[in-house]
């Protein structure tokens, strides 16, 4: 497990809550000699506290390679219930199943969430898998307001029926009682909570035989890699596939931290791949495709540059000198800057540093992006341009497209991004959380499970060669690895924003949905 002190490197930047309490002012002293007389109560109603479900149910089509698809829209609440059977917290999600299905045991069902810790599931919902997506420039970079939803001609609901989950705090799922919230916040909590949920989804609508999958982004692939476990060992539920789109398994591989010279290592290449894209490496490398240059930088990397850090002080003045000039070439910066850095470039630092003469900040999520500044001798970055750019767009499309295009009505915030979950338990345990184990018991136990790897060059939240990482040292026998399949794309976190990587991710997760079902 890892420390608390890794909530910095959440994948949903979120704002802790304010609140404001109002005092209630003095009532007026009462004349003298006149008795106050009693506020005239308002007649009692009846009121029934006990909590209700909902459900709400539409009929839609969606035209998908030249073929008109009519689905079923299910925007509803589970309720999750602890030994006596009472209401826990209540679990908001959105269902799209294919009509004219005769054979559920032969039709896929997907199971979806993102990250966080504290984000709905919207970002896959409008961005890859769901029958409607945000409208944005091609290549993913922002419209202005206001913003609009199209049909998404590369959902996958022409593979497998796609089921939307919100953990509880976010979206409009709750905890029954406000103060038991934290009991839904932590790396075990959570995983219960989401498998209770998918079993009850499952037992209610026939679908125990049917081919499953899950699908997470971020934290999300945390989570699912969590609940590959969790689903077997409690439930009895194997999945056939788990989809990771930006994968963080072992926390390790992402925290900046005194003695843990890891993540210089692995965040490196997509450094090269930022620098390359705003064309601030030296002129023979900036003349090679992006995959030449990354591969030549990976192979520094894990080479010449991990044996430099391991040695640290040893290095002789020379054996040193060189490796400033070659983290200089491969990372755009500059080479004194590259010394003050001890040879260690953290990910605040370099997102601000690239593009600091001119005075823009580039993206975490999407190294592509950048942004303006408005202090200018900051070391780290104050804001991600790549969030930004898509936060408002989401919520705004989403919330309208609820109430519009699902007929759910509610008066709650919904959700997207929330701090509200912190603080999130990630364990006593003093070390680096690290699920990569549960995801390798779940392939040992279950030797027919796959796993689809989704990563983007530009992503530096989750930088792919991190990702490679973890999976080359994935504690499971060596004849499983035909069942792990990795796929890199020109974006960054969120690569489906890019509409050519969108294309290929949709062929990559139907081809994998196909095989793992077995068709």
């Known amino acids: 497990m890892v420390s608390r002190s890794l909530q910095s490197l959440l994948v949903a930047l979120s704002l802790p809550w304010l609140g404001f309490a109002q005092e209630k002012p003095p009532a007026p002293d009462k004349p003298p000699g006149i008795e106050a007389k009693p506020e005239a109560k308002p007649e009692a109603k009846p009121k029934d506290d006990k909590p209700t479900e909902r459900l709400v149910e539409t009929k839609h089509t969606l035209t998908l390679n030249g073929q008109t698809i009519a689905y079923t829209a299910k925007a509803g609440t589970i309720f999750l219930r602890d030994a006596e059977e009472k209401p826990t917290a209540s679990v908001f999600y959105i269902a799209y199943t294919r009509d004219g299905t005769n054979d559920l045991a032969a039709r896929p069902v997907t199971f979806s969430f993102n990250g966080g810790p504290g984000s709905s599931s919207v970002w896959l919902h409008l961005g890859l898998l769901g029958p409607k997506r945000v409208q944005l420039e091609d290549d993913g970079m922002p419209l202005p307001p206001p913003y609009r939803l199209l049909d998404n001609d590369q959902s996958l609901l022409d593979e497998t029926d796609l089921v939307f989950i919100d953990p509880v705090s976010t979206g409009f799922s709750r905890a029954t009682k406000p103060e038991d919230a934290k009991k839904f916040h932590g790396v075990r909590e959570d995983a219960v909570s989401v498998a209770e949920f998918i079993r009850l989804y499952v037992t209610r609508n026939q679908r125990w035989t049917s081919p499953k999958f899950l699908i997470g982004e971020s934290y999300g692939t945390t989570r699912a890699a969590a609940l590959s476990t969790e689903l077997a060992e409690r439930h009895r539920l194997n999945v056939n596939g788990i989809m990771l789109v930006s994968a963080v398994l072992n926390f390790q591989t992402l925290h900046f931290a005194e003695g843990n010279d890891l993540p210089y ?33 990976e192979a520094f990397a894990a080479g010449d540059y991990q044996a430099a850090l391991f040695r640290g002080a040893a290095l002789t003045e020379a054996e040193r000198a060189g490796l400033v000039k070659q983290v ?22 370099f997102t601000k540093e690239l593009l600091a003469a ?9 190294s592509r992006y950048q942004g303006y500044v408005r202090d200018r001798v900051s070391e780290a970055m104050e804001y991600d341009p790549s969030g930004e750019a898509v936060f408002s767009a989401y919520a705004s499309t989403f919330n309208q497209y609820l109430r519009g295009g699902l007929n759910f009505e509610s008066d709650l915030p919904y959700e997207i991004l929330t701090g509200a979950v912190q603080p999130w338990n990630w364990g006593e345990s003093n070390s680096y959380l690290n699920v990569a184990d549960n995801l390798a018991d779940a392939l040992t136990h279950n030797p027919f499970l796959r796993v689809h790897i ?7 939240a989750t930088p792919y060669f991190a990702t490679r990482y973890t999976f080359n040292h994935l504690h499971a026998d060596p004849a499983l690895r035909k069942n792990i399949t990795q796929d890199e794309y020109t974006a960054g976190h969120m690569m489906y924003l890019n509409q050519p ?17 077995g068709h």
Not at 328 to 348: K, M, N, P
Not at 360 to 366: K, N, S
Not at 506 to 514: E, N, P, S
């Open 454 to 460: 989704s990563s983007g060059f530009y992503d530096l």
């Open 358 to 366: 001119e005075h823009r900040v580039i993206g975490r999520f999407d």
């Open 265 to 297: 290592v692995l965040y490196l290449p997509t450094y090269t791949a930022a620098a390359w894209y705003h064309k601030k490496l030296p002129a023979d490398l900036q003349a090679r495709p992006l995959a030449a240059v990354l591969q030549e930088s």
């Open 328 to 349: 200089a070439r491969f990372t755009g910066l500059g080479e004194a800057y590259v010394d003050r850095s001890d040879l260690r470039i953290s990910i605040g630092r």
């Open 501 to 517: 990587d969108l294309k290929k991710q949709k062929a990559d997760l139907a081809r994998f949905i196909r095989s793992a079902s």
